[in-house]
C-alpha cells in the first residue's frame, strides 16, 4: 500500500524558515519523479509543481516566482524528498502537497498535478506576524 506524508508545515514569520519533508512507503521510489505543489487558501491547488525532483536529481524544478528561495533534495536510501523554503513570504501560506509519478524522466517540469500517481494529504505552512 502506498502511503506519503508530509511533515515539516507550521506557522514562520516574514522571512523565516521552514524545511518540508515527504516520506514514502509502497512504491519504488528511485524510479518516480517527486513534485511539491501548494494550495492556497480558498484557491484550487495549482496545476503544475512549484517544485520537482527526478529520480536522478539531474534537473530540478523550480517555479519561477521563488526567486532562489526553494530548494529540493531527495534522500533515495530514505525514501524521502526534502524542501528546504527559505525568505518566506505570506504569499507562500498554503497547503503543501508531495505527489508521486512513476517515471524516471531526467526532466520533471513538464508533468501536470494530474500525471502524478500517488498524493499525499498536505502539510499546512502559514506565513504570518
Known amino acids: 500500500q502506498v502511503h506519503i506524508v508530509e511533515t515539516g508545515g507550521g506557522l514562520v514569520q516574514p522571512g523565516g524558515s521552514l524545511r518540508l519533508a515527504c516520506a514514502t512507503s509502497?512504491?519504488?521510489?528511485?524510479?518516480?519523479?517527486i513534485g511539491w505543489f501548494r494550495q492556497a487558501p480558498g484557491k484550487e491547488r495549482e496545476g503544475t509543481s512549484v517544485?520537482?525532483?527526478?529520480?536522478?536529481?539531474?534537473?530540478?524544478y523550480y517555479e519561477s516566482f521563488l526567486e532562489g528561495r526553494f530548494h529540493i533534495s531527495r534522500d533515495n536510501a530514505k525514501n524521502t524528498v526534502y524542501l528546504q523554503m527559505n525568505n518566506l513570504k505570506p504569499e507562500d501560506t498554503a497547503t503543501y502537497y508531495c505527489?508521486?509519478?512513476?517515471?524516471?524522466?531526467?526532466?520533471?517540469?513538464?508533468?501536470?498535478?494530474?500525471?502524478?500517481?500517488?498524493w499525499g494529504q498536505g502539510t499546512q505552512v502559514t506565513v504570518s506576524s
Open positions: 505527489a508521486a509519478l512513476d517515471s524516471s524522466y531526467r526532466y520533471c517540469a513538464g508533468y501536470v498535478a494530474k500525471s502524478y500517481n500517488y
Open positions: 509502497g512504491f519504488t521510489f528511485e524510479n518516480y519523479i
Open positions: 517544485s520537482c525532483i527526478s529520480p536522478g536529481e539531474e534537473i530540478p
